[in-house]
């Protein structure tokens, strides 16, 4: 990787950045450009095509290992937000979510690649409640198959740092919106600018190990010690604030609604899927 300097961002030759069809996926597509010479840009849905010769667009199955070890190859660095992104049957989660970071971070594994941002979530510990501050060090307590997949992942990563020195920084992505949607996301929103920038120090500071951070802004109402996050010299610049008129302007939800009880919001409450 090629170090930072006043006027330019650090850099690696070729970028992959997995789940890139998706709603965050097409947000650091436009954004993470200045970080890589080219980026690989990968999902199962549809994408649009290539934008001249910094852009490869490779669809994967990331259930699939053989084609996830072709996708990894070449590449230097990987942001991993593939999978799927919301509450789901487990048969559903275990595909795309448990085995696809395994085959990614096999093919790191194989190829040589030594540093990954791995898109965790709150939802690993959504069973807190809102009343709860919390550390990234904490017992983690998953909301549901999604969270599940989250925390595997983050023992995924673990594992693979300790056995083969692969460094992970996983961010426990709140709520990464253009704008904050309801109270919860008062205290759980994420900028997209402090998301890149949260991903681009993710990607580009030394020896990290395997480092959980929490994804959020400098929001008024904050649930999360994310002083973790200090290694990586990150520094929030925006806020839910500008947002709290227009969202308490809404009906207020009831005192025993999972919204207003638990950190992860209506995904405790979501399934069984039968």
Avoid at 69 to 76: E, I, Q, R, Y
Avoid at 142 to 153: E, V
Wanted: hydrophobic share 40%; charged share 25%; proline share 7%.
């Amino acid at each position: 990787m090629t170090p930072s300097s006043p006027s330019s961002p650090a850099r690696v030759s070729r970028l992959l950045l997995t789940g890139a069809a998706g709603g965050l996926g097409k947000v650091l597509r436009e954004r993470l450009r200045p970080f890589a010479d080219v980026i690989r840009l990968s999902d199962v849905a549809e994408m649009a095509p290539a934008d001249g010769p910094h852009e490869e667009v490779v669809p994967c199955d990331l259930a699939d290992k053989k084609a996830v070890d072709a996708l990894v190859a070449g590449c230097d660095a990987i942001v991993h937000l593939g999978g799927v992104s919301v509450e789901r049957p487990f048969e559903e989660i275990l595909e795309a979510n448990i085995k696809g970071v395994f085959h990614i971070y096999e093919g790191a594994r194989r190829h040589g690649i030594r540093r990954i941002v791995f898109a965790s979530s709150n939802h690993v510990i959504g069973f807190y409640r809102q009343s709860e501050r919390l550390d990234a060090h904490v017992a983690r307590r998953p909301d549901g198959y999604y969270g599940l997949s989250k925390s595997f992942g983050e023992d995924v990563a673990q594992f693979y740092f300790d056995r083969y020195g692969i460094e992970t920084v996983s961010i426990r992505i709140g709520s990464s919106f253009p704008e904050p949607a309801n109270r919860r996301m008062m205290s759980t929103w994420l900028s997209y600018r402090d998301l890149t920038d949260l991903v681009g120090k993710s990607l580009f500071t030394p020896d990290v190990g395997h480092l959980v951070v929490y994804g959020a802004s400098a929001n008024r109402d904050q649930w999360w010690d994310n002083h973790a996050a200090a290694k990586l010299g990150f520094v929030p610049q925006d806020s839910s604030e500008p947002f709290r008129t227009k969202v308490e302007a809404q009906p207020p939800v009831a005192a025993n609604d999972p919204n207003a009880v638990y950190q992860g919001g209506a995904f405790t409450a979501q399934g069984p899927f039968e």
